[in-house]
């Protein structure tokens, strides 16, 4: 499913031609700042939405709101994932310090938001921990990445740490043998530099040296493209590719756009779709075996 956020409320597309299928009926005002979607135990699926003014969710095949629109303070990121027991959960990066959480069946507040970071969560992300249970990434403008057990509420080790810069963006990515690595971007805007950081997602070792890239916001998300994990990030309006473990460059794909995000295909390999300021977006599809990262693209 792909879905692309607008100003008048989130619009499905039909991921082969692009064309329009289905809007979703907005209850909010405030501008998106990011989509998911979570699978529930039937196998149908919840979009919920980070908006400047809150949260809402939708069922993803109908477009009928779940709940009313949940007004909070901003919620700048979004993710999705599914708890042992098969329940689907949303995460979001709240201005107020706090990564909330919602029942996707129900689309209301599940348990007690996650605290303990000192300034405003920016991005969050949703990993596999080795038990099977649910871990959530979360990056802030306290310069710290936080690692959380969904189910329990903790922290998992210490926090992760680059320069004095805000964490702007956290994705995941399942590299295979059960290890999953943490890609985190930190943005300087005095000195218009963003830096990525890779991390082991359970015992935060750096995989490898951080890196410069574009500093476009949205413009970082990691999937595995022609059997190989890339990262792809925007930069100068194009999108360009590394791989995710070297950080070696490859070929750029040839797409523009300001924001990136992938998806896996059924029938194997991987969608990337990418947006730009002035409203265009584009599609292209990989080869071989596909996966996407775990951010909050739908």
């Given at each position: 499913?792909?879905?692309?956020?607008?100003?008048?409320?989130?619009?499905?597309?039909?991921?082969?031609?692009?064309?329009?299928?289905?809007?979703?009926?907005?209850g909010?005002?405030?501008?998106?700042?990011?989509?998911?979607?979570?699978?529930?135990?039937?196998?149908?699926?919840?979009?919920?939405?980070?908006?400047?003014?809150?949260?809402?969710?939708?069922?993803?095949?109908?477009?009928?709101p779940?709940?009313?629109?949940?007004?909070?303070?901003?919620?700048?990121?979004?993710?999705?994932?599914?708890?042992?027991?098969?329940?689907?959960?949303?995460?979001?990066?709240?201005?107020?310090?706090?990564?909330?959480?919602?029942?996707?069946?129900?689309?209301?507040?599940?348990?007690?938001?996650?605290?303990?970071?000192?300034?405003?969560?920016?991005?969050?992300?949703?990993?596999?921990?080795?038990?099977?249970?649910l871990?959530?990434?979360?990056?802030?403008?306290?310069?710290?990445?936080?690692?959380?057990?969904a189910?329990?509420?903790?922290?998992?080790?210490?926090?992760?740490?680059?320069?004095?810069?805000?964490?702007?963006?956290?994705?995941?990515?399942?590299?295979?043998?059960?290890?999953?690595?943490?890609?985190?971007?930190?943005?300087?805007?005095?000195?218009?530099?963003?830096?990525?950081?890779?991390?082991?997602?359970?015992?935060?070792?750096?995989?490898?040296?951080?890196?410069?890239?574009?500093?476009?916001?949205?413009?970082?998300?990691?999937?595995?493209?022609?059997?190989?994990?890339?990262?792809?990030?925007?930069?100068?309006?194009?999108?360009?590719?590394?791989?995710?473990?070297?950080?070696?460059?490859?070929?750029?794909?040839?797409?523009?756009?300001?924001?990136?995000?992938?998806?896996?295909?059924?029938?194997?390999g991987?969608?990337?779709?990418?947006?730009?300021?002035?409203?265009?977006?584009?599609?292209?599809?990989?080869r071989g075996?596909?996966?996407?990262?775990?951010?909050?693209?739908?």
């Amino acid at each position: 499913m792909l879905v692309a956020g607008s100003a008048g409320g989130p619009v499905r597309l039909d991921a082969g031609t692009g064309r329009p299928v289905l809007e979703y009926p907005d209850g909010c005002y405030g501008p998106i700042s990011e989509l998911a979607a979570a699978e529930l135990p039937d196998g149908r699926l919840t979009l919920g939405a980070a908006r400047e003014d809150g949260f809402s969710a939708w069922d993803a095949g109908t477009g009928e709101p779940l709940v009313e629109p949940e007004d909070l303070n901003t919620v700048w990121g979004l993710a999705a994932g599914t708890l042992a027991n098969g329940r689907g959960l949303f995460a979001g990066a709240g201005n107020d310090h706090l990564i909330h959480l919602w029942d996707a069946t129900t689309g209301r507040a599940f348990g007690a938001p996650l605290a303990g970071h000192l300034g405003s969560v920016k991005a969050v992300a949703t990993f596999t921990l080795p038990d099977g249970s649910l871990g959530i990434a979360s990056g802030g403008d306290d310069c710290t990445v936080r690692r959380w057990d969904a189910a329990s509420g903790g922290q998992i080790g210490d926090p992760l740490t680059g320069r004095d810069w805000w964490f702007t963006e956290v994705t995941a990515l399942e590299l295979g043998n059960g290890r999953t690595m943490l890609a985190c971007s930190q943005l300087s805007y005095d000195e218009d530099v963003r830096l990525v950081h890779r991390w082991d997602a359970v015992t935060g070792e750096p995989i490898g040296p951080p890196f410069e890239t574009g500093v476009e916001e949205g413009g970082l998300c990691t999937a595995w493209i022609d059997g190989a994990p890339r990262l792809l990030s925007c930069e100068a309006g194009w999108v360009r590719q590394r791989g995710a473990v070297t950080g070696e460059p490859y070929d750029d794909l040839p797409l523009e756009g300001d924001v990136v995000a992938a998806v896996p295909l059924p029938g194997g390999g991987t969608l990337i779709a990418t947006g730009s300021r002035g409203g265009r977006a584009s599609l292209t599809s990989s080869r071989g075996p596909g996966g996407s990262g775990r951010r909050g693209g739908v």
